[in-house]
């Protein structure tokens, strides 16, 4: 079972604490979608596409950031 977790990080000389949260979707029984949280604000759903990571609602270099720290802690666990 994969709990929910949290990663801090800076980005552009701001720090984050980033809450994510994976959400029943699976490929290869791994969770694909996260709904993420981001200094207590809500920043949306960050989906792994088979080729790179999307989000509902923000289009910007973060998402690609959170995606990547995801995935490196799925790697790494």
């Given at each position: 079972m994969i709990v929910p977790?949290?990663?801090p990080?800076?980005?552009n000389g701001k720090n984050y604490l980033c809450e994510i949260e994976p959400i029943k979707s699976f490929w290869d029984?791994?969770?694909?979608?996260?709904?993420?949280?981001l200094n207590n604000v809500y920043?949306?759903?960050?989906?792994?596409?088979?080729k790179n990571w999307e989000s509902d609602t923000n289009k910007n270099n973060l998402?690609?950031?959170?995606?990547?720290?995801i995935?490196?802690?799925f790697v790494l666990s």
């Amino acid at each position: 079972m994969i709990v929910p977790f949290s990663i801090p990080f800076e980005f552009n000389g701001k720090n984050y604490l980033c809450e994510i949260e994976p959400i029943k979707s699976f490929w290869d029984k791994q969770p694909t979608s996260f709904q993420v949280t981001l200094n207590n604000v809500y920043f949306g759903i960050i989906s792994f596409t088979g080729k790179n990571w999307e989000s509902d609602t923000n289009k910007n270099n973060l998402v690609e950031k959170i995606g990547n720290m995801i995935h490196e802690q799925f790697v790494l666990s």
